[in-house]
C-alpha cells in the first residue's frame, strides 16, 4: 500500500457538454519509464488511424525523465501532458479523469502496447452490450493473456467460464464511462488489486463487466509474482466485497482463513514471508477498519447510480462520435 490517502481530495468536475468533441479519451499513467512510454504512444498513433481519441498522458516521473517524458508527448499532436505528485497508476488515473471531458474513458497502462484496432473492437463492443458498461481488452502476458475473472473460495482469481458473469477485470486495457470514475474513483493507495477494487464498486453501480477478445494488447514487462506485502491489499479488497457490499459472512471468513492458508501454503519454506505474511494481513484489516466510513459511502453511491440507471430511459451509444471521427 502506498503512504498516501487512497481517496482523491475532490470530485473531478462533469464531463462538458460539446457536441462537437469526441467522445472518447485515453488516459495513459506512467512515471521514470520513457521508453515504455514511448512505444506505448506509438502504438496509440497506429491505433489512432482507425478512431478519433485525445490521449492523456498523466506522468509522475522525477526531474531525471521529466523533460523526457515531455519531449515524447510533443511528437504527437493527439497527446495532452497532465503532470502530477501522486503515486501509483490509480492515482494518475484519477488526474486523468479529472483533466479528461470525454464521455468514455479507455485506461491503457504504459507499458502495454495495443494492436492498431484495439481501441475500436472495445468500442465495439461496448456498443453491443445494454445499459452501462465496462469492458476490457485481452493483453498477453508472457505467462497469461488477460480475460474476465471470478473469485475462488481462497480470494484469488481464476478466469470466469462462458456460463459466469465476471467478478472483475484487469486494467491494463479498459474501457469505462467516465462518469462512473467521477463517481466511484479508483483507490489510490492500492497495488496492484486497484482493478479488483472499483470494478467490485462499478459492478455494484449496475455496469456490466464485458470483455472484447478482439482489443488485444501485448504486455511489455515478463510477469513476477508480488511480493508477500502486497496481500494486504487483497484481503482489503476481499473484505470490501464480502462485508460490505456482498454481505456475505461465509464468503468473508473464507476469504479469512482459506485465503490465508492459501497463502501461507505460497511462503511456507520462508520464515521471513511467513512473518510478512502475518504483517500484511494485520496492516490490510487495520485499513479497513480506518477507511470503512468513506468505503460505506462508497457503496452506497455506486447503489444509488444502480436504483438511478434502473430508472434511466436507454440512450443511443456514447461511442458514436468516435467512429465518426
Known amino acids: 500500500m502506498f503512504d498516501q490517502s487512497p481517496f482523491p481530495d475532490s470530485a473531478p468536475p462533469a464531463p462538458v457538454s460539446d457536441p462537437s468533441a469526441a ?108 445499459g452501462m458498461s465496462v469492458v476490457a481488452g485481452a493483453v498477453e502476458w508472457t505467462h497469461w493473456t488477460s480475460a474476465p475473472l471470478t473469485m475462488r473460495r481462497i480470494g484469488h482469481g481464476r478466469d470466469a467460464t462462458a456460463a459466469e458473469e465476471p467478478e472483475f477485470l484487469v486494467s491494463a486495457l479498459l474501457l469505462y464511462p467516465r462518469r462512473l470514475a467521477v463517481e466511484l474513483p479508483w483507490n489510490e493507495r492500492l497495488w496492484p488489486y486497484d482493478d479488483r477494487y472499483v470494478t467490485l464498486l462499478w459492478r455494484a453501480a449496475g455496469a456490466r463487466l464485458g ?12 510477469h513476477s509474482h508480488y511480493p508477500v506485502a502486497h496481500e494486504a491489499d487483497r484481503i482489503y479488497v476481499n473484505l470490501l466485497d464480502a462485508l460490505l457490499i456482498e454481505r456475505g459472512p461465509l464468503r468473508a471468513l473464507s476469504f479469512e482463513f482459506l485465503g490465508f492458508a492459501a497463502c501461507a501454503k505460497r511462503w511456507r519454506n520462508s520464515p521471513a514471508d511467513l512473518f510478512g505474511l502475518i504483517r500484511a494481513w494485520a496492516r490490510g484489516h487495520r485499513a479497513l477498519v480506518r477507511d470503512r466510513r468513506r468505503l460505506r459511502e462508497m457503496v452506497g453511491r455506486a447503489r444509488g447510480l444502480r436504483s438511478m440507471a434502473a430508472k434511466a430511459p436507454c440512450a443511443e451509444p456514447a461511442s458514436a462520435a468516435a467512429k465518426t471521427t
Open 23 to 130: 467522445s472518447l479519451g485515453v488516459i495513459v499513467p506512467t512515471r521514470d519509464r520513457p521508453e515504455r512510454l514511448a512505444r506505448c504512444l506509438d502504438a496509440l498513433a497506429a491505433a489512432r488511424e482507425q478512431i478519433g481519441f485525445t490521449a492523456y498522458v498523466c506522468d509522475s516521473s522525477g526531474m531525471e525523465h521529466a523533460s523526457t517524458v515531455a519531449e515524447l508527448c510533443a511528437r504527437h499532436p493527439f497527446v495532452r501532458l497532465v503532470r502530477h505528485d501522486r503515486i501509483g497508476a490509480s492515482a494518475a488515473r484519477n488526474v486523468g479523469t479529472a483533466a479528461a471531458s470525454e464521455e468514455l474513458i479507455v485506461a491503457v497502462d504504459d507499458d502495454v502496447y495495443v494492436e492498431p484496432d484495439a481501441i475500436r473492437a472495445l468500442l465495439d463492443a461496448y456498443d453491443s452490450g445494454e
Open 211 to 222: 470483455f472484447a477478445p478482439a482489443a488485444r494488447a501485448r504486455h511489455d514487462v515478463k
